[in-house]
């Protein structure tokens, strides 16, 4: 049986990547301010769910304690314990530790690594070497973690040794993305991520468990901009789900995926979700509670996001997973002194608003005996004046709707008269060039006609074969044709080669070989701004295969800014 559950390997790869944005989360905070915060609002139903958590978080040394009982329990039946049964419960002693406190974790490992049944066994010495990696990389160790997988002998990673195997792989994803993410060369970082991916696959392939393989699923597609289709996997899983003590696998990568669907509520719902389930379980070594904090701070509530990451810093010391540590501390500075200002500011406000209101009160009293003597007269001032606005009133918006349909009106008419000019002029552009390769095709075949005439006259019928069976001259005319588009189509649009890179992530913009000259990509694209979104139409006016366009405009999309759905409803509003 392998060393942690395959639930509990999960766990390691699936936090290690999200991880990887952690500092990017954390470096939106400095950007953040108390006036944009006011602005995001807490609904009741999380303001319910986060009052829970508060009390977890509060009484988070019980759980550490229950996880610190089921250790000791396992301790004492190892002391006297031989053979088989002190590996195995040398394993489950690991098992909790080891995201928990990795330094404990460590100890109880090479207590194993000792064991003679493991030094005779080759898979155990296998197991042992893929834990020692695991534990290493949440230590932030990864170089030493990298020597310990690549010591695991490869001929025991096979489908008999089914868990052996899973945690070999996950381990390796797991490693692989911490890596990719602290490249700081392009080519290495590129070469990283390739083998996540293909670990990633690996282990879609390979894993029997439905749940740990949808989870998987997910995760892909949410590493390929496809949230929408994770969901797909995930929700299902939730159905079954214990709401007390929620599957925090599930519910993270779901947050994750109503995070890049713009799913404010749902985002925090599983990240709470996450948390809980996180601390009740004992776990110290986690990713949600500190990006939550990081949301709660955006959303002006700045003690509870220091309470939280307090929390997380904390949790990340007592497992001396170093980098969870680092990326907490580097941002704990920002929300402590915010919180201190914020204290500061309550009180200062509190102490202002008591004088106002004892001056309030003074002012009150002298107010409400004029107030007596006047309210008769106010009363009919205020009844007409009542009246008047809400004629006033009616006859604002009467007037405002107008006005708003003037306006609509009015837009939808010049964006018409601007589609309508531009058809113009794409009409008289694109049917002076057809006319004008009419012309030129008419010559071209006159000409051909002659030569084949005058071949066959001298009959130099090899000569006349050669030049029939020869695909030059249609080479030659489809690249004729394609100049010509693309001086036609850039006439029309000049600064359609800028605009289009523009749409282009920085490193994945289009330099063109010659100036005024469309690249294969763009010419897709430039039919698509034309207005013909056909794939098989774009194929038959470039010649291409279908499965050669669809490529492209797939390609192109992983390249875009934003969200890749919409990129190609931005070129066609270029």
């Known amino acids: 049986m392998p060393l942690t559950s395959s639930i509990l390997a999960l766990r390691l790869y699936l936090q290690h990547e999200n991880t990887m944005k952690l500092p990017l989360l954390f470096a939106i905070l400095t950007m953040t301010t108390a006036l944009s915060a006011q602005?995001?609002?807490?609904?009741?139903?999380?303001?319910?769910?986060?009052?829970?958590?508060?009390?977890?978080v509060e009484n988070k040394a019980s759980y550490h304690a229950e996880r610190e009982k089921q250790a000791a329990q396992l301790k004492q039946q190892a002391k006297s314990a031989q053979g088989q049964r002190r590996v195995n419960l040398l394993k489950e002693i690991f098992d909790l530790y080891s995201h928990f406190q990795v330094d404990s974790a460590q100890i109880y490992l090479d207590m194993l690594e000792n064991m003679p049944e493991v030094k005779q066994e080759p898979a155990l010495v296998a197991l042992t070497q893929i834990a020692q990696a695991e534990i290493q990389t949440v230590a932030g160790l990864y170089a030493d973690a990298e020597n310990a997988l690549n010591s695991v002998d490869p001929t025991l990673i096979t489908p008999e040794r089914q868990d052996l195997r899973l945690y070999y792989y996950r381990t390796r994803r797991t490693l692989s993305g911490w890596m990719a993410h602290y490249s700081q060369f392009e080519k290495v970082k590129r070469q990283w991520e390739q083998k996540v991916c293909r670990f990633r696959d690996s282990l879609i392939s390979i894993d029997p468990n439905p749940i740990t393989c949808n989870v998987v699923r997910a995760d892909k597609a949410n590493a390929e901009g496809k949230p929408a289709e994770a969901l797909k996997f995930l929700l299902p899983l939730t159905k079954g789900m214990d709401s007390n003590l929620p599957d925090p696998y599930v519910c993270f990568t779901l947050a994750e995926a109503y995070n890049a669907l713009g799913e404010r509520e749902n985002t925090l719902s599983y990240l709470i979700k996450t948390a809980k389930a996180d601390l009740q379980q004992g776990t110290t070594e986690y990713m949600a509670l500190p990006w939550l904090a990081q949301l709660l701070f955006e959303a002006g509530q700045v003690e509870r996001a220091y309470v939280y990451l307090l929390c997380a810093m904390e949790d990340a010391n007592f497992c001396n997973a170093s980098l969870r540590s680092i990326e907490a501390s580097s941002v704990f500075p920002i929300i402590d002194r915010q919180y201190k200002q914020t204290t500061h500011e309550q009180h200062q406000r509190e102490r202002i608003l008591l004088y106002v209101m004892a001056g309030l009160l003074v002012?009150?009293?002298?107010?409400?005996?004029?107030l007596i003597r006047q309210m008769r007269?106010?009363?009919?001032?205020?009844?007409?004046?009542?009246?008047?606005?809400?004629?006033?009133?009616?006859?604002?918006?009467?007037?405002?709707?107008?006005?708003e349909k003037l306006n609509q009106t009015n837009e939808t008419l010049q964006q018409t008269y601007a589609a309508l000019r531009l058809t113009d002029k794409m009409k008289e552009e694109y049917i002076a060039r057809y006319l004008d390769q009419c012309r030129t095709y008419i010559e071209e075949m006159e000409?051909?006609?002659?030569?084949?005439?005058?071949?066959?006259?001298?009959?130099?019928?090899?000569?006349?074969?050669?030049t029939l069976k020869s695909e030059q001259h249609i080479q030659d005319e489809q690249e004729k044709f394609l100049t010509d588009f693309d001086t036609s189509f850039l006439t029309l649009f000049p600064n359609f080669i800028r605009q289009f890179n523009e749409l282009l992530k920085p490193e994945e913009?289009?330099?063109?070989?010659?100036?005024?000259?469309?690249?294969?990509?763009?010419?897709?694209?430039?039919?698509i701004r034309l207005g013909v979104k056909d794939t098989q139409k774009i194929a038959h006016f470039l010649n291409f295969s279908i499965a050669t366009v669809y490529n492209y405009r797939s390609k192109m999309r992983n390249r875009a800014l934003g969200n890749p759905a919409d990129f190609e409803a931005r070129v066609a509003e270029l």
């Open 447 to 466: 000409k051909n006609r002659k030569d084949c005439l005058r071949m066959l006259k001298q009959h130099q019928i090899e000569e006349l074969y050669r």
């Open 377 to 403: 007269k106010l009363h009919q001032l205020r009844k007409k004046q009542t009246e008047t606005n809400k004629n006033l009133e009616e006859t604002n918006q009467a007037m405002q709707q107008t006005m």
């Open 363 to 370: 002012v009150v009293l002298l107010i409400v005996v004029l």
């Open 39 to 56: 602005n995001l609002k807490i609904s009741p139903t999380i303001e319910q769910q986060l009052k829970e958590l508060d009390e977890i």
């Open 509 to 527: 913009r289009i330099v063109t070989k010659y100036e005024n000259q469309l690249t294969t990509e763009m010419r897709v694209f430039a039919l």
